[in-house]
């Protein structure tokens, strides 16, 4: 079994930072791209960023020049560092990304998500 599981959520003040987790486990044999993801209650959800397997990386525009992402290939993990937070990042952030299995199957797994709430 492959699973992705977020963590790095939670409650901070406008002009604050976060860092988000994205760490797989399971039988994996590679991961190609990894994107995080956000949802904002009644809002479509957005394509935060991504990151391929060779670290090239895109953002939206959004969060381009405030947010980061990151990857570890050792510890099978992808980060999001938010800096200059603002209420408008409020969301629900998830990760998800395509990963080949021991077993030889290929698939799109998602994180079950983190909350992320910016006050103003």
């Known amino acids: 079994q492959v699973q992705l599981v977020e963590s790095g959520g939670g409650l901070v003040q406008a002009g604050g930072s976060l860092r988000l987790s994205c760490a797989a486990s399971?039988?994996?044999?590679?991961?190609?791209?990894m994107d995080w993801y956000r949802q904002a209650p009644g809002k479509q959800r957005e394509l935060v960023a991504t990151?391929?397997?060779?670290?090239?990386?895109t953002y939206a525009d959004s969060v381009k020049g405030r947010f980061t992402i990151s990857r570890d290939n050792a510890k099978n993990t992808v980060y999001l560092r938010m800096n200059s937070l603002k209420p408008e990042d409020t969301a629900v952030y998830s990760c998800?990304?395509?990963?080949?299995?021991?077993?030889?199957?290929?698939?799109?797994?998602w994180g079950q998500g983190t909350q992320v709430t910016v006050s103003s």
């Open positions: 990151i391929t397997s060779g670290g090239t990386t």
């Open positions: 399971g039988s994996i044999f590679s991961i190609g791209t």
């Open positions: 998800n990304a395509k990963i080949s299995s021991r077993w030889g199957l290929t698939n799109i797994y």
